[in-house]
Nanobody
Framework: QVQLVESGGGSVQAGGSLRLSCAAS????????MGWFRQAPGKGREGVAA????????IHGDSVKGRFTISQDNAKNTVFLQMNSLKPEDTAMYYC??????????????????WGQGTQVTVSS
């Protein structure tokens, strides 16, 4: 049984911070990648960040570089997204996703097999 559960979303003012968590079960082997994606109403799905479970190589989308950081705790089967200097443009539903197998992280949503239900992030001016 595969399950991804996001948490940590909420409402903050511009310039604030949030830390999202994704608890994974069934896809916790070392040969996989985990990613964060977001989607605002009426807009397409955007890749935010991704990480390779074994080596820890990370990539971040251009719109969040320098502000967001993806990390993982393999012992706890959990992936995090630290979001700093939040902007109103970051407002979206944030989804955790897994690609199995995977040897290198990507931000293309169609490469990921499993998805969580999402957690809402709202940033006000």
């Amino acid at each position: 049984q595969v399950q991804l559960v996001e948490s940590g979303g909420g409402s903050v003012q511009a310039g604030g911070s949030l830390r999202l968590s994704c608890a994974a079960s069934g896809v916790t082997g070392s040969n996989n990648c985990m990613g964060w994606f977001r989607q605002a109403p009426g807009k397409g799905r955007e890749g935010v960040a991704a990480i390779y479970s074994r080596g820890g190589h990370r990539i971040h989308g251009d719109s969040v570089k320098g502000r967001f950081t993806i990390s993982q705790d393999n012992a706890k089967n959990t992936v995090f997204l630290q979001m700093n200097s939040l902007k109103p443009e970051d407002t979206a539903m944030y989804y955790c996703a897994a690609r199995v197998p995977c040897s290198w992280p990507h931000l293309a949503h169609f490469l990921y097999h499993y998805w969580g239900q999402g957690t809402q992030v709202t940033v006000s001016s």
